[in-house]
């Protein structure tokens, strides 16, 4: 199967402070990405649809300004945390979209903010 | 919009027992998911149900979906301790691929 990596796998940072999570597909290309955020115990909840060399689509409720989206290329998309905050904690996951019907998760990013 | 429902939440079963878990969505899909998630990590991949009466086996879990009832069940057979695990299904939204998940069903297999 194709393979999506995420870096950094943990980051404990600062309050106030911002962060950068990568997304990359290794062995493809992919136009969509995904980023989801889940909270202990919760499910998945959209946050945003990364396209390639255009603006990111964000779900209702989540703030654009804050969760900075770019995707840069066909194999990499960044997620900043902008001025992040304590209840900004959270396991972070991409997805790419290999086709329509098949999409790749990513190993996850967990996010603890002081 | 569109939502996705899952049951039970938590399952406790013993090794060797059957069991089902549901999903039941709100729209009309003609496509579900289902993955498997382990204590802090991310979503392993399960099955693919693509059509009406799709019915996908791996090991001891069948996967089925009607979409004319708008229901998928996931089966377990004869389970086992490595099956512990949280299991999602998931359901495009509107045609697209964003996905809407369902909260989850927490299965723990006691020996």
């Not at chain 2, 039970?8 to 993955?35: A, H, V």
């Not at chain 2, 708008?70 to 301790?81: C, D, E, G, K, W």
């Not at chain 2, 998931?90 to 369902?102: D, I, R």
């Given at each position: 199967g194709a393979v999506v990596s995420q870096h950094p796998s943990r980051v404990i940072c600062k309050s106030g402070t911002s962060v950068k999570i990568e997304c990359r597909s290794l062995d493809f290309q992919a136009t969509t990405m995904f980023w989801y955020r889940q909270f202990p115990k919760q499910s998945l909840m959209l946050m945003a649809t990364s396209n390639e060399g255009s603006k990111a689509t964000y779900e209702q409720g989540v703030e654009k300004d804050k969760f900075l989206i770019n995707h840069?290329?066909?194999t990499l998309s960044t997620l900043t945390v902008t001025s992040?905050?304590?209840?900004?904690s959270s396991f972070y996951i991409c997805s790419a979209s290999k086709s329509a019907d098949t999409q790749y998760f990513g190993p996850g990013t967990r996010l603890t903010v002081l | 919009e569109l939502k996705v429902e899952q049951n039970p939440l938590f399952l406790s079963m013993q090794e060797g027992k059957n069991y089902t878990i549901y999903c039941n969505y709100s729209t009309t899909s003609d496509r579900l998911y289902w993955y498997r998630q382990d204590p802090g990590k991310s979503l392993e991949s399960l099955f693919v149900l693509l059509s009406n009466g799709a019915v996908k086996q791996e090991g001891r879990l069948m996967a089925s979906l009607d979409t004319k009832a708008r229901l998928s069940t996931l089966h377990i057979t004869?389970?086992?301790?490595?099956?512990s695990a949280t299991y999602f299904c998931a359901v495009p939204q509107g045609g697209s691929e964003k996905l809407v998940f369902g909260k989850g069903t927490k299965l723990t297999v006691n020996p």
């Amino acid at each position: 199967g194709a393979v999506v990596s995420q870096h950094p796998s943990r980051v404990i940072c600062k309050s106030g402070t911002s962060v950068k999570i990568e997304c990359r597909s290794l062995d493809f290309q992919a136009t969509t990405m995904f980023w989801y955020r889940q909270f202990p115990k919760q499910s998945l909840m959209l946050m945003a649809t990364s396209n390639e060399g255009s603006k990111a689509t964000y779900e209702q409720g989540v703030e654009k300004d804050k969760f900075l989206i770019n995707h840069a290329s066909l194999t990499l998309s960044t997620l900043t945390v902008t001025s992040a905050h304590p209840e900004d904690s959270s396991f972070y996951i991409c997805s790419a979209s290999k086709s329509a019907d098949t999409q790749y998760f990513g190993p996850g990013t967990r996010l603890t903010v002081l | 919009e569109l939502k996705v429902e899952q049951n039970p939440l938590f399952l406790s079963m013993q090794e060797g027992k059957n069991y089902t878990i549901y999903c039941n969505y709100s729209t009309t899909s003609d496509r579900l998911y289902w993955y498997r998630q382990d204590p802090g990590k991310s979503l392993e991949s399960l099955f693919v149900l693509l059509s009406n009466g799709a019915v996908k086996q791996e090991g001891r879990l069948m996967a089925s979906l009607d979409t004319k009832a708008r229901l998928s069940t996931l089966h377990i057979t004869a389970a086992v301790h490595d099956l512990s695990a949280t299991y999602f299904c998931a359901v495009p939204q509107g045609g697209s691929e964003k996905l809407v998940f369902g909260k989850g069903t927490k299965l723990t297999v006691n020996p």
